[in-house]
């Protein structure tokens, strides 16, 4: 999607669902207003997908690619499989992200704090190749009767004062 506009399903009351959906522009691209996009796939990889006082959705039926570009989410939802941050900074202060798989940091930093909500805390796994994380408030893994893992391989991972990360497996290499 190119430019300036707004992602909207014309027909609410029937759910709609387009394919890959790729935001590459100079432009600011927001879902309508109260309503929920459906797409296949997100990627970002330019422009600004602002997600801001919308009370929207982003509903993808498999993975968000975050690569290039701002992507806010105040007080908009974002659902997924697998969400991963590939590059940019990626400050999350507002809004709920709900990757149902996993939260993948390749490159890039991630940090989470303000009123985020992050899976509702039950997202079952964290990976951390490279880059940034930083958590300014507490964040937890999986959920009761399931295991949540973080995966650190490389980067850093910084846990400001009263912030605690909770997670049944925490591997390091």
């Not at 890039?108 to 805390?121: M, V």
Request: include cysteine.
């Amino acid at each position: 999607m190119r430019g300036n506009g707004y992602l909207w399903n014309r027909y609410n009351t029937v759910t709609q669902t387009i394919g890959a959906l790729t935001i590459n522009t100079t432009g600011t691209i927001s879902p309508y207003p109260g309503y929920t996009f459906n797409c296949t796939t997100l990627t970002i990889t330019a422009g600004t997908l602002d997600c801001t006082n919308m009370s929207a959705a982003i509903t993808c039926s498999s993975t968000v690619t975050y690569t290039a570009g701002t992507l806010t989410l105040d007080s908009g939802t974002l659902n997924c499989t697998t969400f991963t941050v590939n590059g940019p900074a990626f400050t999350m202060n507002g809004g709920t992200l709900n990757p149902s798989v996993s939260f993948v940091l390749t490159s890039g930093s991630f940090t989470y704090g303000g009123t985020a909500n992050l899976n509702n805390t039950v997202l079952p796994l964290f990976t951390h190749t490279a880059g940034t994380v930083t958590l300014n408030k507490s964040m937890s893994l999986g959920s009761a009767g399931a295991s949540g893992t973080y995966t650190f391989t490389a980067g850093t991972l910084t846990l400001t004062e009263g912030s605690v990360l909770t997670c049944s497996i925490f591997s390091s290499t």
